[in-house]
């Protein structure tokens, strides 16, 4: 094998991927397509109506990579990237791998206190931000107690990254790294605690693009890739970037906040594919279709993760776009999804099967493997997988075990093969002496007409016993009465286990979510009884 290449043997099952002792993993996803003639394709389209080529990519790729070498950066230092979905992200990331440096994409819809805890918590050498988020940079470099990283802006001013890759050499080898070294970081979504940095190697973003990219999704080169979910966090990381690449497909990259309409209007315009979303994001669409009609036809697929997809939800989709949505669970840690629907094999409501490459168990509260049908916790083992948390080896060993990944999910697989989300570990309700899912309440209630979104906590009563207690975002919130309550109370009483339905309602405006669209129960078990 040719150094920086990988063979995907199909003659398996699953397939193998065999990696060149000295592989960089710029080479398959940025590198070989300009060889295979996909100079002149366009790799990237943006909102901002720019079109880059693989040509044009490979070559700022190479010129961003010689930039942070002669700003002195040497080989593991980390590379901050505060950056919108645009083509800086692709030059960022890829030039830091090209060169032997690790990146570290980072939310950017955080404050500067939690920009200052990851600047300090990775270490970083230098940063690279957009001039939306100047402010809150500013802010939390001023915080830092030790020595200031690089910062680079993405565009302003002589010191800017897009003046330097101007100046810069579009010539640059790959380090000679392998498979098994460390290639970037994610910091996951803080859904519970501070957030914590998940290492990943050169290997993981083939496994996933591979493996669910390729052997579920059925990506290939004509798809044109369109994700609301943000290439910086590891769902809109594969959506948008990792999977059209690793196809020689294109992708189309919105650089504001995704709402109902923006994703129709950039779904007429580009005319994607595929379109990855999130249930929040199905659930307003769906309510912004009684009253418009966007051109959904370029479509052949839906795809969406972050949070379960309530059968509902799948249903009310299909009948009013003809469209499927695969449903699946991932996380930070394993890089992109391991339990997938797939688009001739759905059960609306679970989370389908397992993605090929990757092996499942479900344990019980004495680490034994529960019988099917029963509940526990959810364990995965895949080459994908974060090799560690980064400075925090007591996290790492409670939930890295024996090349186990502990994913801090409640799941059950039924007697079909199909695995059926039941919440957060910690987000699990009993009730009388028996476990029963958050999940399973809000997707009955979501059922109801006239509820747009919901999430349910357990919340001790007068007696000290906990129930369920829902917060419900109602489609018209004038509807917000004793009445609608009773009505939704004796709706789940019809359609679930008696001691199931929650006893208290909650009617809000919004619900606290992590930036990949997970529900923050824990936020709404903390705050006081409104």
Not at 171 to 181: G, N, Q, S, Y
Not at 240 to 249: H, N, Q, R
Not at 383 to 406: F, H, I
């Amino acid at each position: 094998m040719k150094d920086h290449t990988v063979v995907v043997d199909r003659t398996t099952e699953p397939s193998t991927l065999h990696y060149a002792p000295v592989f960089n993993v710029a080479g398959p996803f940025i590198d070989r397509h300009c060889a295979e003639g996909r100079a002149d394709k366009t790799a990237i389209r943006t909102s901002q109506g720019a079109k880059i080529s693989y040509r044009q990519l490979a070559d700022n790729v190479n010129r961003c990579g010689n930039v942070l070498l002669e700003l002195g950066l040497e080989r593991g230092d980390r590379v901050l990237l505060i950056v919108k979905d645009c083509a800086e992200f692709f030059y960022g990331f890829w030039g830091a791998i090209k060169a032997g440096l690790i990146p570290v994409p980072v939310n950017t819809l955080l404050r500067a206190k939690d920009y200052a805890y990851i600047l300090a918590d990775s270490g970083c050498s230098a940063l690279i931000y957009s001039p939306e988020y100047t402010l809150e940079v500013q802010a939390a470099l001023s915080q830092l107690e030790s020595s200031q990283p690089l910062g680079i802006c993405v565009e302003g001013g002589e010191s800017s990254l897009q003046e330097l890759l101007f100046q810069a050499s579009a010539e640059l080898e790959p380090v000679a790294t392998t498979a098994e070294d460390d290639c970037f970081w994610l910091y996951s979504s803080g859904s519970t605690g501070s957030p914590k940095g998940a290492v990943h190697r050169h290997r993981d973003m083939v496994v996933s693009s591979q493996f669910y990219g390729v052997e579920v999704l059925g990506i290939r080169e004509d798809d044109i890739c369109f994700s609301a979910a943000k290439l910086f966090f590891a769902y809109g990381l594969g959506n948008g970037m990792t999977f059209p690449l690793w196809v020689g497909a294109s992708t189309v990259l919105y650089d504001a906040r995704p709402g109902p309409q923006s994703t129709f209007e950039t779904i007429e315009q580009f005319k994607p594919t595929l379109f990855y979303g999130v249930p929040t994001l199905y659930a307003a669409q769906l309510q912004a279709l009684k009253a418009q009609h966007p051109e959904l036809s370029s479509l052949r697929l839906c795809i969406s993760a972050g949070e379960a997809l309530p059968a509902d939800i799948f249903n009310r989709w299909r009948e009013a776009t003809g469209l499927v949505i695969l449903d699946g669970i991932g996380s930070t840690e394993a890089l992109h999804i391991f339990i997938s629907n797939r688009v001739d094999d759905i059960l609306p409501g679970s989370s389908g099967r397992v993605v090929p490459g990757y092996q499942l168990r479900i344990s019980d509260e004495d680490g034994q493997d529960v019988p099917v049908g029963g509940s526990g916790r959810l364990w995965i083992r895949g080459d994908s997988t974060a090799r560690c948390y980064w400075n925090n080896p007591e996290k790492s060993a409670q939930t890295m075990v024996a090349g186990w990944l502990d994913t801090g999910d409640t799941y059950f697989q039924d007697s079909a093969g199909y695995y059926h989300y039941c919440g957060r570990n910690d987000d699990m309700i009993k009730v009388g002496g028996i476990w029963c899912s958050p999940f399973e309440i809000e997707a009955k209630l979501i059922e109801h007409v006239a509820v747009l979104e919901a999430a349910v906590v357990g919340r001790p009563d007068g007696d000290g016993l906990v129930k369920p207690e829902a917060y419900v975002i109602l489609k018209d919130h004038e509807e917000a009465t004793a009445g609608i309550a009773e009505e939704l109370r004796l709706h789940c009483k019809e359609g679930l286990a008696p001691y199931k339905f929650p006893r208290q309602f909650h009617f809000v405006s919004e619900l606290p979510k992590t930036a990949t669209g997970k529900i923050q129960r824990y936020k709404l078990r903390s705050q006081p009884q409104p």
